[in-house]
């Protein structure tokens, strides 16, 4: 008979390895939206969007409410991201780093 593995043995960590490699492994755009869109419900991406718009008006020093008032993102959401962005992983700075790099026409 075969073995199947006891899906309560998980590793969080490993699985979140194997999904870092699968966006590593996309080289365009295209494709990265395409999987983003396969992978997350319309409000996770649209949870994920708010994040990442936040970004650069933080970085410019816009105040919370202003941020708020400019974008609709929650103040709460945008003081999550200003936290990660002071004591997260690096994360930000690097896809900020890659993307500084790329054309906007891209």
Same mark, same amino acid.
Not at 27 to 44: G, M, N, S
Not at 54 to 63: E, N, R, S
């Given at each position: 008979?075969? *073995? +199947? =593995?006891d =899906?309560?043995?998980?590793? $969080?960590?490993a699985?979140?390895?194997?999904?870092?490699r699968?966006f #590593?492994?996309?080289?365009?755009p295209?494709?990265?939206? !395409?999987?983003? +869109?396969?992978?997350?419900? =319309? #409000?996770?991406?649209e949870?994920? !969007?708010?994040?990442?718009?936040?970004? $650069?008006l933080?970085?410019?020093?816009? =105040?919370?409410? %202003?941020?708020?008032?400019?974008?609709?993102?929650s103040? *709460?959401? *945008?003081g999550?991201?200003?936290?990660?962005?002071?004591?997260?992983?690096?994360?930000?700075?690097?896809? /900020?780093?890659?993307?500084?790099? /790329? $054309? %906007?026409?891209e």
């Amino acid at each position: 008979m075969k *073995t +199947r =593995p006891d =899906p309560r043995q998980k590793d $969080p960590q490993a699985d979140l390895e194997c999904l870092a490699r699968a966006f #590593a492994g996309l080289t365009e755009p295209e494709q990265v939206t !395409a999987f983003l +869109r396969d992978l997350c419900t =319309p #409000a996770e991406l649209e949870a994920l !969007a708010d994040r990442w718009k936040v970004v $650069p008006l933080l970085q410019q020093g816009v =105040p919370y409410r %202003e941020i708020h008032e400019l974008t609709g993102v929650s103040v *709460t959401t *945008t003081g999550r991201v200003a936290r990660s962005l002071e004591h997260g992983h690096r994360g930000y700075a690097a896809a /900020i780093a890659v993307t500084s790099a /790329i $054309p %906007e026409s891209e």
